[in-house]
């Protein structure tokens, strides 16, 4: 095994780069860019990409278990990323439920997991990851979400060790899901969950639900405590009640 990594220096999307090379590629074929012209976010949305500024870096898997699992492998990345960036001095990184990363309350990064593969048969991922590191105001002024970048923060990592180090644990992280599912990464997403136990609100269209986030569950799903009692949710964006 090991991981093969293609180093592009531009290209529309490295999710795309992957997605384009299903045949050839084996589960930890990883691949990072210097500048995305074409950067995508979840829910349409672009990733701004300014040249050599950030981490750009996508990941081919081939999940046994199907497309169904793809919600949970997308919280296990998470946490994954939060811990190396812990590991490598940014200590204040949290996850958001579902896929993003905050740090002082703004988002720090984002994860978009794209899949091939019908229910019942293995599931060819796609798992990107976009880190901000040192993007200046001026690039991310179309930006609408609150963001943060590591160098705000003071913190100064280098991106071939974040890169390197991602690569091996994602990889790692990516097995132990194989063999376990999401339930040994509970207690892990609790311990780093923005909103553990805060009263937060889940917008999904046009209901908007308030309670105490109590986590996960091992499906991935968003517990919820309303008037004593606990509710799982999938789908739908929260944040902090008044806010
Ligand atoms: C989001 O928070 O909306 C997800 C952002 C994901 C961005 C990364 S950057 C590397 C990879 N290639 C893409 O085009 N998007 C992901």
Redo the contacts with the bound molecule.
């Keep these: 095994s090991g991981n093969n990594v293609s180093v592009l220096p531009v290209i529309?999307?490295?999710?795309?780069y992957l997605l384009d090379r299903l045949e050839s590629l084996h589960s930890g074929d990883a691949c990072v860019?210097e500048y995305?012209q074409?950067?995508?976010?979840?829910?349409g949305?672009q990733?701004q990409?300014p040249f050599g500024a950030?981490?750009?870096?996508?990941m081919f898997w081939r999940l046994e278990q199907g497309p169904a699992a793809a919600v949970g492998v997308s919280l296990a990345i998470g946490i994954v990323i939060a811990e190396v960036l812990h590991r490598l001095g940014a200590h204040d990184v949290k996850v958001k439920w579902p896929?993003?990363l905050y740090m002082h309350d703004r988002?720090l990064?984002?994860?978009?997991v794209e899949l091939m593969g019908k229910t019942g048969d293995a599931a060819q991922l796609v798992i990107?990851?976009?880190?901000n590191l040192r993007m200046r105001p001026s690039s991310g002024q179309s930006v609408t979400?609150e963001w943060i970048n590591l160098q705000e923060a003071g913190i100064d990592i280098d991106r071939n060790i974040l890169a390197a180090t991602l690569i091996t644990e994602l990889s790692n992280a990516l097995e132990v899901f194989e063999q376990g599912g999401l339930r040994s990464f509970i207690p892990r997403w609790q311990a780093i969950d923005n909103y553990y136990n805060r009263p937060v609100k889940l917008i999904m269209g046009e209901r908007e639900i308030h309670g105490i986030e109590r986590g996960i569950d091992d499906q991935g799903a968003l517990l919820l405590e309303e008037n004593g009692e606990i509710k799982a949710y999938i789908g739908g964006e929260i944040s902090l009640r008044g806010k």
């Design positions: 529309d999307s490295t999710n795309q860019a995305q074409a950067g995508r976010g979840r829910r949305r990733w990409s950030n981490l750009y870096l996508s896929n993003d988002k990064a984002g994860i978009l990107g990851i976009g880190i979400q």
